[in-house]
């Protein structure tokens, strides 16, 4: 009966530490800067090129925040196809699938810096359950597994890359 006990307080110390590690992940997530990444993860969303925005904004002038974010937000001209379309011109390496599903995410649920980043947060759960199945295979070791969920739940960098609008978070 000690063996269970000690073995059930892991579990509890190890949903603890998930929980805080679930929560750093959303904490704040439209407060944190959005770094230039960021930005061409919203120009793809939003359907436009690279080149559409030079062409269309650099004209000698002072440029506006709204004249910069009408590029970072949906618009009904673009479409999920326009998104295809200017990844597959301008950066071929990344696959349609993670920014196809950013897209049909901010038309769900909105296009603020916040909507955008929970996707990558919610996905980057993800890895819980995964590092645990990894543990049973490689050990046969539950407690190992907890203990792997314990430390990618509190590993700053997990905590700092999850939440990022990255085809990589």
Not at 23 to 48: M, Q
Not at 101 to 121: E, K, P
């Amino acid at each position: 009966m000690h063996k269970n006990l000690r073995l059930s307080s892991w579990k509890v110390l190890t949903i603890v530490i998930l929980v805080i590690g679930i929560f750093f992940r959303f904490l704040n997530l439209d407060l944190k800067v959005y770094w230039p990444d960021e930005t061409f993860t919203s120009l793809r969303i939003a359907g436009y090129t690279e080149k559409e925005v030079v062409e269309n904004i650099y004209q000698g002038q002072v440029i506006g925040l709204e004249d910069l974010q009408k590029y970072q937000r949906l618009n009904s001209e673009k479409g999920i196809g326009d998104t295809i379309k200017g990844l597959a011109i301008e950066e071929p390496q990344h696959t349609p699938f993670y920014y196809s599903m950013v897209r049909l995410w901010a038309q769900l649920f909105g296009d603020s810096v916040a909507i955008i980043r929970s996707l990558s947060a919610w996905i980057s759960l993800l890895a819980f359950p995964c590092i645990y199945w990894l543990c049973i295979e490689l050990f046969n070791s539950p407690v190992t597994g907890w203990v792997a969920i314990a430390l990618l739940s509190i590993s700053p960098f997990h905590v700092v890359y999850a939440p990022e609008a990255r085809p990589y978070s």
